[in-house]
C-alpha cells in the first residue's frame, strides 16, 4: 500500500480574537457536539502545537533547539480527514497517514475511557523523543521535554480558544496502550492528549 500524504491547508497568520481574549477564553471543554470539525482548524491547530515560524522556529520553544516533540491526530469526524491516525509532519505542514481503521474506541480505553477523549471530533497527541535533547542536556532531558509539552499544548489550548472550539489537557491515560496505538518507535513516549470539538453549550 502506499504511504498516504494529506496536504493541510496553511495556516492562517492573524485571527478574530487578540492573545488576550484567547487567555481570557481558555477553559477545559470536556463536552461536545457532534459537529465535524474541518481540515483547517486542524491544520491550525497542529500549526499552534509544533509549527515552523521563521526560519527553523517553531511556535513552542525547545532546548537547545533539539525539537524532541511529535504530533499526531486521531481523526474521528473531520470534513476532508477519513478517520483514522495520522502523523503530523511539522516541516512540510503535512499529515502522514499511519492507519486507516478507526483506532478512536481504543484511544478512549487507553485513556480510561474519559468521556471527554470518547466524545471528541479529534484527538491531537502529543509524543517526545528524550534521547534527541539528552544529547545535550543529559539528565536535565526529561525535565526540558516536560516543559516543552506544557509549552506546546498551551499553544493548542489558547488556539482552540480562539477559534470558538472546546478541549481539555489530559494527562490520565496508559502510558503503554497509549504508545502502540501510536505506533510510536522505541525511543518515544506518549506524553500529552487534547481531545477537540465544537463545545456543548449547557
Ligand atoms: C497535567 C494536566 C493533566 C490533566 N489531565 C486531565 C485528565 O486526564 N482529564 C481531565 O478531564 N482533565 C485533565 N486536566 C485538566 C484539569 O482538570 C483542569 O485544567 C483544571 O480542572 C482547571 O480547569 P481549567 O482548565 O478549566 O482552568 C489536566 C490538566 C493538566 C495541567
Known amino acids: 500500500m502506499s504511504v ?21 477564553e ?12 474541518t481540515l483547517a482548524e486542524i491544520s491550525q491547530l497542529l500549526w499552534a502545537a509544533q509549527g515552523v515560524t521563521h526560519g527553523s522556529g ?38 502522514l497517514e499511519l492507519a486507516r481503521e478507526n483506532v478512536h474506541p481504543d484511544l478512549t480505553a487507553a485513556a480510561l475511557s474519559q468521556e471527554c477523549v470518547r466524545d471528541a471530533a ?16 543529559g539528565g536535565r532531558a ?21 477559534l470558538g472550539l472546546g478541549a481539555v489537557f489530559v494527562g490520565a491515560f496508559n502510558d503503554a496502550r497509549l504508545k502502540k496505538l501510536l505506533c510510536m518507535g522505541k525511543r518515544e513516549a506518549a506524553l500529552a492528549l487534547l481531545p477537540v470539538g465544537r463545545p456543548r453549550v449547557a
Open 122 to 137: 479529534a484527538v491531537i497527541a502529543i509524543g517526545a523523543v528524550v534521547e534527541r535533547t539528552a544529547t545535550k542536556y
Open 142 to 162: 526529561e525535565r526540558y521535554v516536560d516543559m516543552e509539552v506544557g509549552a506546546a499544548a498551551q499553544n493548542v489550548s489558547l488556539q482552540v480558544a480562539a
Open 26 to 37: 481558555r477553559c477545559s471543554v470536556r463536552e461536545y457536539t457532534d459537529e465535524p470539525l
Open 58 to 95: 517553531r511556535t513552542a520553544p525547545s532546548a537547545g533547539a533539539l525539537f524532541p516533540l511529535e504530533v499526531y491526530v486521531v481523526a474521528v469526524r473531520v470534513d476532508g480527514l477519513a478517520p483514522g491516525l495520522y502523523k503530523y509532519r511539522i516541516g512540510d505542514h503535512e499529515l
Open 4 to 24: 498516504q500524504i494529506i496536504e493541510l491547508p496553511p495556516p492562517r497568520y492573524d485571527g478574530a480574537s487578540s492573545v488576550e481574549a484567547a487567555l481570557r
